[in-house]
């Protein structure tokens, strides 16, 4: 069996805490050995089981952090929204209505044109660190469209999410609740093979807190996960949704009220923020210091989508989170990997500890700290998965 050493690592986040007591479990000097596409030991390289290693790969004294696990993401769509964006820099307002126009787009795209477009994301993704990444549907809002969607977002990553709620199509403006039947209905029937998450757009120009409750009832009842999108562009009930209904994640929560904070200290639900949607469209940011001061765990996603955040840059969120919503540097490192992981409760990725899988960037520098202090500079140098190195 082939075993392999990364060795000189200058500086390694395990984000175990037992390595030095704190969330990134910092180790420096540090090597560990992959086997089966698994860590299967970590320590000080001066101790390393060298024997036991067929291959070496030399970090020559740069940092390697766990994989980004973007766990939010809208990427499989046809067509972009550039001239919205411009509109948008130039003073027009961001509300939930350009969706439909990238909807009009994806139901003529066919499957091949929306699987080439989901792997260029993905690509571009893992070359900037992400080796975990969630997929959407809610560009088709038909049976058929939003099926498509999923049998495409299936052969790009496991963690494919049903959100047939994304907004009520034009066909349905005037009777919205046959919408919300047929999310219930058919098309979840239809979206149930290709999904592992039920997900719904629980805001202003979206769907009512009741429609919410109802759809992400009926998908637990077919045995999907649910998580939630809240509190994007008012406060409301998202939050208080999610955590009764045991939600992985409630995304967005740009605003939040003390009731919401304490509901999600006291649960498993990890709150998603996305402020690269807040900087594409000019908005306010979470407060997330409230959310850390209330111990509330927190992860980091692009959000990718043509409309609100179009980036898979991961380096370049942690430098907003950074910059702009006072994240140290060690919690945006966090939430961008164990916070995803968490996310998407996932326990197997977003760390480098024993037995988890062999996801890891090498950065081209001493520290993960240049993530947000060199922002916008590329520093993965090279990107692993399971093990094997994919850039
Ligand atoms: O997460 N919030 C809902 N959906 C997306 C926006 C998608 C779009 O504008 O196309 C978001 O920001
Ligand atoms: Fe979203």
Known sequence: MTRTLVDNIGLLVTNDSSFDGTPLGLLRNAAFLIEKGSITW???????????????????????????????THLIFAGDRSDEFGARMRGEQYSAGGIGYTVELT???SNGQLLQSGRRLI???????????????????????EARQLVVAKQLTPETTFLGAHIVPKEYFDHPDDYVELVCGPMLEAAKP??????????????????????????IAKGLLPRIHANQFGPGEGVQIGVELDAAS????????????????????????LPAAEFSTRSNYSDARRLF?????????????????YTTNMPF?????????????????????????????????????????????????????????????PLIDEVWRNGNRIK
């Open 42 to 72: 970590v320590g000080e390289s001066a101790s390393a089981p060298r024997a036991e290693a067929q291959n070496k790969i030399d970090a020559h004294g740069r940092c390697i952090i766990p994989g980004f696990v973007d766990s939010h």
């Open 107 to 109: 139901r003529k795209a």
């Open 123 to 145: 690509a571009e993704a893992n070359s900037s660190g992400t080796t975990t990444i969630e997929c959407k549907s809610g560009y088709g809002l038909t049976v058929d469209d």
């Open 194 to 219: 290709n999904a592992k998450w039920i997900d719904v757009f629980c805001d202003k120009g979206a769907f009512t807190p009741e429609q919410s409750r109802k759809i992400l009832k009926a998908g």
């Open 250 to 273: 409630v995304d967005h929560v740009t605003y939040l009220s003390d009731s919401d904070i304490d509901l999600l200290s006291e649960s498993e639900t990890i709150a998603t923020l």
């Open 293 to 309: 001061e209330a111990g509330v765990k927190v992860a980091l996603a692009t959000d990718c989508n043509p409309g609100s955040s």
């Open 317 to 377: 969120v942690i430098a907003i989170a950074v910059r702009d919503l006072y994240f140290s540097p060690e919690q945006a490192v966090w939430a961008a990997t164990k916070g995803g992981a968490m996310a998407l409760r996932r326990k197997d990725v977003g760390h480098l500890g024993l037995s988890a899988s062999a996801d890891f960037s090498i950065l081209s520098t001493p520290s993960y700290v240049h993530l947000a202090y060199r922002p916008g500079v």
